[in-house]
Structures are given as C-alpha cells and as structure tokens.
C-alpha cells in the first residue's frame, strides 16, 4: 500500500470492532453469566478480575516489547493472537467447566485479555504509522473509523447474547461461535496493514513515561475509562434490580452503544476544527449532566433511562474517539517505539475495569445484593444506585480536573 494512502480504513473500523467485542462486554456479561449459570459469588468474581489487572501490570509492558521484536512478522503474530483469543471465548461462554468455574473462568480470561492486550497493541502501534503518512489530521480521521467500529463492535457484542436468547436455548454459546467468526474476518481484512515502514525499533518505556504530556494524559485516561468501568460493570444489576426491568438489558445496551457510535464521527469532525481538548472537555461536562439523573430513577422508569443511555451514550463516543487520538499524536512526537507506548495504555484501560469490579461487587454482595429475581434489602438497592450513577459522575469531575491543566499548546 503507497505510503499516507488513506485506503482501507474500513479494515481498521472492522479490526476495532473485534477487540471492542472482547473488551468491555466481557465485563458486562461473564460475571453475571457465571453468578446466574454456576452460582460463582460476586466477590470471587471481582477477585479474579483484579487478579488479572496485577497479572497485567507485568504483563502488558512484555507483551508491549513483544510486539516490537515481531514487528517484521507482525501478521503472523496477530493471525496468532486472533486465534488463541477466538479460542478462550469459546471456552469461557460454549464448553461448560471442566473445573471449578471460578477456576475455568480465572483461566480463559487469561487467555481472552493476553491475547486482547497484544493485538491492541500492535493495532494501535500500526494505527500511529499509518496516520503519521495520512495529513496533519491523521491521527484524528484514523480514530474516527476505528473508534466507530469499536463503538459498533461494542452494540453487536453486547446485545447480541441478549438477542440469542429469545430464538436459542444457549445465546452465549452462539455469541463466542459469532466472536470466532469475527476474528477471522478481521484477520483477513488486515493482512495487508501489518507492515514495520515507519515502525522504529523498541527503545523501551523511557521516552514516554518522562514524558510530562504523555504521562498526564496517561493519568487522565485512567481517571476519565473509571466511569465507564464503574457503570458497565453495573448495568445489568442496575437494569434488573433497580428498575425493575429484566428483559429491556439488551435494548437498553443497544440504544447506549449505538449512541456512541453515531456521535463518534461529529465529535471526531468538531475536534478536527476546534481541537481536541475543548471539544473533550465539553462532553465530559455534558456527560455529567446526562448519567447524573440516573441517580433519580427507580422501578418503572424505563422510559426516562432510554434518555439517560442516549445523552451519556452520546459522550462516550467523544472519550473513546478523542483522548486515544491525543495520545497516539503524542507518541508519534515523543516515542519510535508506539507499540510499547500502548502497552502502558492496555494496561491503564483495562486496570480501571477491574478496579470497579473487585471495589463494588464485594460490596454489594455484602449488602446483600442478589441477582436473578430474588428479593433485595433497600439498603442494597439504594447502594447499587449510588455506585451505579453517583459515583461515575464524581470520577468524571476528577478527570475534567486533571484534563484543564494540559495547555492548549499541548493538545498533541
């Protein structure tokens, strides 16, 4: 492909669109999957979970090193990845437990968020090599097309095993058998794109953590992904147990999600004109005043939460598409060696999701928070919303916080 040809973005959307679908709908269904299929409590779940992120604390650095050695084989190496995390999603959702199912779950998401680690780091190390050739604005139009497919990603795999369920006996099953579908479409898509031009040699984790603007915007991508760690993580409890609403999860998701896709592109197009951190700090504001009324809601009102999954639906798509745009320009300035760089940024999104679950499932279930229809004490209920929605309000204050001290000459 002719070097800064803005060709087959559409590759990149549908690439994004497979590590999404194993992202954050891993967080949204397994745990309740496994509470409700084999009785595993909340507070080994969220255990597990954790146990994973410190897993990754030494993991996704190496994996981030790794990426760089195979730059030359890259394709092969990604084919690889695809494979073993196509694999372990089978396992985790389609074979029934050879082991205990804490255990069984322990192991696949292990294999599930290796494998996703690797691959979103040389996605997103190959993204800064392509974008670099594609104008001043190609980090931002790049993230326009990969942050939508990731976004749409995102509504199929969430809503899918809700789907399934109304026409099959085993929706789950049926989602990771779709998932592995999708793996090998996205291989496929991509085998052109794996090329080391403009892919410098690793040179470690140095220039970008003594890096005051990559660090920071390290910071705030930690405090800004809390948020939607801490509400995904809820959803469905939210949904069943505080409405009172079992059977709209799957609708509910959809109308969330498809929301974020569509305002993807507008927030893309307005940060090409107006900068990215103006336009990222006004949705951050505007999400505050759009999940903050979820704290206001209760049984019935499901109506008035298809309003909130719009509004906060709709930011989203500006803190998924902008904040990685800025900072993938900044390692193209400060860092040759992106694919070690999004290491570090592997790791800090997905500490953040595992941080909400071992912080507030233990929780709940100490409350007496129970799942599947059963009833549940107030207190616990009152609590479920409070985490639900108080919560994520007041981590996106700390995050608008920490995003007004990056200057305006350090937008990139």
């Known amino acids: 492909m002719r070097a800064g040809a803005p060709r087959n973005l559409s590759a990149y959307a549908l690439f994004a669109a497979l590590l999404s679908a194993a992202g954050l709908p891993i967080y949204i269904h397994a745990p309740k999957f496994y509470v409700d299929e084999y009785g595993v409590s909340l507070a080994a779940l969220g255990a597990v979970l954790f146990g994973l992120r410190l897993l990754d604390v030494v993991q996704d650095p190496l994996l981030g090193k790794l990426a760089e050695k195979l730059r030359h084989r890259r394709g092969v190496a990604v084919g690889i990845g695809a494979g073993v ?16 199912p804490i255990l069984w779950f322990g192991a696949m998401l292990t294999m599930v968020f290796s494998a996703f680690s690797f691959l979103t780091i040389c996605f997103y190390a190959q993204g800064v090599a392509k974008a670099d050739g594609m104008g001043a604005t190609g980090h931002l139009a790049l993230a326009r097309w990969r942050e939508t497919g990731a976004l749409l990603g995102v509504c199929v795999a969430s ?21 592995a579908v999708l793996a090998g479409l996205s291989v496929f898509a991509m085998r052109g794109e794996w090329h080391s031009t403009g892919v410098a040699a690793s040179t470690g984790f140095g220039p970008v953590l ?44 959809l109308l969330f999600f498809l929301s974020a896709a569509g305002a993807a592109p507008l927030w893309g197009r307005l940060a090409e004109r107006f900068g990215p951190k103006p336009v990222l700090l006004c949705a951050m504001v505007l999400g505050i005043f759009a999940f903050g009324g979820a704290v206001l809601l209760g049984p019935g009102d499901v109506p008035l939460f298809a309003l909130v999954c719009v509004a906060s639906g709709a930011v989203l798509g500006a803190d998924l598409t902008l904040l990685p745009a800025m900072f993938a320009a900044r390692l193209a300035k400060i860092s040759p060696s992106a694919a070690e760089g999004f290491g570090l940024w592997a790791f800090v999104s997905k500490f953040t999701l595992a941080f909400a679950a071992v912080a507030l499932l233990p929780a709940l279930e100490r409350a007496g928070l129970q799942s599947g229809g059963q009833a549940n004490p107030p207190d616990a209920v009152r609590l479920l919303v409070m985490f639900y929605a108080a919560v994520p309000c007041v981590l996106k204050l700390a995050a608008i916080a920490l995003l007004v001290t990056v200057r305006d000459s350090e937008r990139e």
Do not use: H
């Open 85 to 100: 995390m196509a694999t372990a999603m089978i396992g985790l959702f389609a074979i029934a437990p050879p082991v205990r």
């Open 159 to 179: 809503v899918t095993p809700v789907a399934l369920g109304a026409v099959m006996g085993a929706p789950f099953a049926g989602f990771a058998v779709g998932f």
């Open 210 to 253: 003594a890096d005051p603007i990559a660090r920071k915007l390290l910071l705030i991508a930690l405090v800004n992904a809390a948020p939607v760690a801490v509400s995904s993580t809820l959803f469905l409890f939210y949904v069943e147990i505080a409405l009172e609403a079992p059977g709209w999860e799957g609708a509910l998701l």
